[in-house]
Structure formats: structure tokens, C-alpha cells
T-cell receptor, first 113, second 109 residues
Framework: EPEVTQTPSHQVTQMGQEVILRCVPISNHLYFYWYRQILGQKVEFLVSFYNNEISEKSEIFDDQFSVERPDGSNFTLKIRSTKLEDSAMYFC???????????FGPGTRLTVT | DAKTTQPPSMDCAEGRAANLPCNHSTISGNEYVYWYRQIHSQGPQYIIHGLKNNETNEMASLIITEDRKSSTLILPHATLRDTAVYYCIVRGNDYKLSFGAGTTVTVRA
């Protein structure tokens, strides 16, 4: 069964450093998403992406964040200058169409020290 | 999107049906009810969704009341692996899924 994959599974970085989290969505899916979950808190939507454009973003997704689909398979989330409060699990998801069910990857645990 | 209300936790015996309630009294006509679950900090897993009619798939059944103000997710034969946080989400035209606190379901042997 096709699945969303994410790398790395765990990323440790120092405050102020740039990080790139990578995702490979399900191959025939057209819509891509990033969510995050701070330890012990709710899963929060960050951004949705379609046709090389952001289709929706939350207040969390400020200028420090960016997304890109650099090739036909990868979908990335970049955080330019990490802060301690960016420490969280980051989940990538994809769906065939915009309002279909979304399938999530296993997540990347980001720890900012 | 309409707000949902779920009990914070519930226990279930292994092998028995688990019935998970969700209230969504402010749901509007074009909003779907989605159910996801999250097993111990893994990525959320899609279970089922519906608009008006009851739905069934290999994982679960979804019963939506006629007025659509509440729904019940049924896991027909709960196993220990069904222990998870279950989220009921009402979704309209947004792309995003808005997760609440969900119901922590513990299946006991």
C-alpha cells in the first residue's frame, strides 16, 4: 500500500540554524500539507500546497517557514532560523484532491537546542 | 468549520465493539464528518468520513444522526492495537484538518 515517507525521523539543530524537513507524498497525489504537533498538544495545520503554490496557510506559517516541491517526488518544509518553540513533530500529508482524505507520514521529530 | 465535542477518554474491552460519540451541533450542510486516529505520536491515520449517510469500510462504521448534529464511530471488534487518540473533525471547504483534543481510547485485554 502506498504511503507517505518523511526524512529524517529525528533532527536536532541549534537555535538560529536552518532546517529542511523532507517528505515524499503518495505518487498520484496532487495536494500536500504540513502539520506540526508540539509535545502533549494538538496537531496543528501549517500549510497546504497545490500546483506549486500555497493554497492555504495558518498563522503559525510565518516568514520563517517556506515550502517547496523541488522535483517530481519531494515536498520540503524549510525553517530559516529555528527557535526553541519550533521543537515539535512535523507531519507531512498528501491527498489526491484538495478535499479528499489526507494520508499522513510518520513524522520528523525536530529538537531545537 | 463546526466545532466538535468528544469525551476525553473511554475504555473498551478487547473483542467488543467500541462506540465513540461526537457532537457537532453547529455543522452546516456542506460539511463532512471525518474520523482520524493517532497511535502514540505516530502520524494521524485516516479512518472514515461521511456527509449524511452511514458509512462502513474495513476499519470502522460511521453512523450520522438524521439531523447531522452528532455521529458515532464504531470499531466492531476492538483489539489492543486500536488503543489510540481518536479525532472527530468537521470539514467544509477548507483544505486543512482542524484537530481537537480527541478521545483517548484504551482497549483492555
Amino acid at each position: 500500500e502506498p504511503e507517505v515517507t518523511q526524512t529524517p525521523s529525528h533532527q536536532v539543530t541549534q537555535m538560529g540554524q536552518e532546517v529542511i524537513l523532507r517528505c515524499v507524498p503518495i505518487s498520484n497525489h496532487l495536494y500536500f500539507y504540513w502539520y506540526r504537533q508540539i509535545l502533549g498538544q494538538k496537531v496543528e495545520f501549517l500549510v497546504s500546497f497545490y500546483n506549486n503554490e500555497i493554497s492555504e496557510k495558518s498563522e503559525i506559517f510565518d516568514d520563517q517557514f517556506s515550502v517547496e516541491r523541488p522535483d517530481g517526488s519531494n515536498f520540503t518544509l524549510k525553517i530559516r532560523s529555528t527557535k526553541l518553540e519550533d521543537s515539535a513533530m512535523y507531519f507531512c500529508a498528501s491527498s489526491e484532491w484538495g478535499r479528499d482524505e489526507q494520508y499522513f507520514g510518520p513524522g520528523t521529530r525536530l529538537t531545537v537546542t | 468549520d463546526a466545532k466538535t465535542t468528544q469525551p476525553p477518554s473511554m475504555d473498551c474491552a478487547e473483542g467488543r465493539a467500541a462506540n465513540l460519540p461526537c457532537n457537532h451541533s453547529t455543522i452546516s450542510g456542506n460539511e463532512y464528518v471525518y474520523w482520524y486516529r493517532q497511535i502514540h505520536s505516530q502520524g494521524p491515520q485516516y479512518i472514515i468520513h461521511g456527509l449524511k449517510n452511514n458509512e462502513t469500510n474495513e476499519m470502522a462504521s460511521l453512523i450520522i444522526t438524521e439531523d447531522r448534529k452528532s455521529s458515532t464511530l464504531i470499531l466492531p471488534h476492538a483489539t489492543l492495537r486500536d488503543t489510540a487518540v481518536y479525532y472527530c473533525i468537521v470539514r467544509g471547504n477548507d483544505y486543512k484538518l482542524s484537530f481537537g483534543a480527541g478521545t483517548t481510547v484504551t482497549v483492555r485485554a
